[in-house]
């Protein structure tokens, strides 16, 4: 079955400091991967996305996710976290079951991220 | 920039009733998804629609949830009978093509049923 692991809760880091929200998948064939954020009261925002090409791609706000085949994980990493930062995040990979065509996502439980100044 | 949108952003229902969320994707989409999110779960896939037809839902889509896109720009979600366990934060979203793009989310509606 197609998945996506979010192993973390909860990630507390101090502000300026380099943070990594981590994500691994579960997926038949090559996966397209996305991470969106979700702020308090707000719908999902788009942060960035792996389809193919370079492994490590850049978001908006500063992330940015390193697509690992061999361990099959697309971690979100920045490397100076603001307070602004804080918010819910959440990986999320194509729904292959039609080689992606239909284009549903599969969504990890979600990581909130916590920037403490 | 181009949003999509959904109202009511709460709406509060009693078992077995009828409710219908609306949502306005960004206007040159053509792909349309409902997602759910129960509190303190995973946002779960319920359906997507394409070309005025669904295209694709998962197993809590069931007879008692439509979808219809009555007009070129509204996409609305229908529960005919709402149970309690229907309570959770609905979003829609909509993409410009499937495949490699990606779907913008809106702000979604809690859906409370008592």
């Known amino acids: 079955a197609q998945s996506v692991a979010q192993p973390e809760d909860q990630v507390n880091v101090a502000e300026g400091n380099p943070l990594t929200v981590k994500c691994t998948y579960s997926?038949?064939?090559?996966?397209?991967l996305f991470w969106y954020v979700q702020y308090p009261n707000r719908g999902l925002q788009f942060l960035l996305k792996?389809?193919?090409?370079?492994?490590l791609v850049k978001g908006s706000y500063g992330f940015e996710a390193e697509f690992n085949k061999s361990q099959t994980s697309f971690h979100l990493k920045k490397p100076s976290a603001l307070v602004s930062d804080s918010a819910l995040y959440f990986c999320?990979?194509?729904?292959?079951?039609?080689?992606?065509?239909?284009?549903?996502?599969?969504f990890g439980k979600g990581t909130k991220l916590s920037v403490k100044p | 920039e181009p949003e999509v949108t959904q109202t009511p952003s709460h709406q509060v229902t009693q078992m077995g009733q009828e409710v219908i969320l609306r949502c306005v994707p960004i206007?040159?989409?053509?792909?349309f998804y409902w997602y759910r999110q129960i509190l303190g779960q995973k946002v779960e896939f319920l359906v997507s629609?394409?070309?005025?037809?669904?295209?694709?839902k998962s197993e809590i889509f069931d007879d008692q949830f439509s979808v219809e896109r009555p007009d070129g720009s509204n996409f609305t979600l229908k529960i005919r009978s709402t149970k309690l366990e229907d309570s959770a934060m609905y979003f829609c979203?909509?993409?410009?093509?499937?495949?490699?793009?990606?779907?913008?989310f809106g702000p979604g509606t809690r859906l409370t049923v008592t």
């Open positions: 206007s040159n989409h053509l792909y």
């Open positions: 629609f394409y070309n005025n037809e669904i295209s694709e």
């Open positions: 997926v038949s064939g090559n996966p397209y």
């Open positions: 999320a990979v194509r729904d292959m079951t039609y080689g992606g065509s239909q284009g549903n996502l599969i």
């Open positions: 979203a909509s993409s410009r093509q499937a495949g490699s793009y990606e779907q913008y």
């Open positions: 792996y389809i193919t090409g370079d492994n």
